[in-house]
Nanobody
Framework: QVQLVESGGGLVQAGGSLRLSCAASGRTFSRNIMGWFRQGPGKEREIVAAIRWSGVSTYYADSVKGRFTISRDNAKNAVYLQMKSLKPEDTAVYYC???????????????????WGQGTQVTVSS
């Protein structure tokens, strides 16, 4: 059974930092695109960042560029999201996701993710 489990969410003041982790189990995702999404109150889910299997190629939504960094550790079957300079508008449930395709070469932002975690709440107070 494939599982993606997020951790690291919480309450932080504006300007603060958090590091989200996503641990995968049930299969390896070392050759798959992985990503982070978020869904804020009353908003649709949106992609935040994505990373190709090598870790070299990444994508960021404009709203988080320069503040968030996605990384992965294939040996640990994990992906991370370092968030800095957090703003109240970053408040959302953050989800980890993985693509089922091996060595997917398409657009990172257009990836169709097949596996999802349950989400972790990030709340940024002003």
């Amino acid at each position: 059974q494939v599982q993606l489990v997020e951790s690291g969410g919480g309450l932080v003041q504006a300007g603060g930092s958090l590091r989200l982790s996503c641990a995968a189990s049930g299969r390896t995702f070392s050759r798959n695109i992985m990503g982070w999404f978020r869904q804020g109150p009353g908003k649709e889910r949106e992609i935040v960042a994505a990373i190709r299997w090598s870790g070299v190629s990444t994508y960021y939504a404009d709203s988080v560029k320069g503040r968030f960094t996605i990384s992965r550790d294939n040996a640990k079957n994990a992906v991370y999201l370092q968030m800095k300079s957090l703003k109240p508008e970053d408040t959302a449930v953050y989800y980890c996701a993985a693509d089922s395709k091996i060595y997917g070469m398409g657009s990172l932002s257009g990836t169709e993710f097949n596996f999802w975690g349950q989400g972790t709440q990030v709340t940024v107070s002003s």
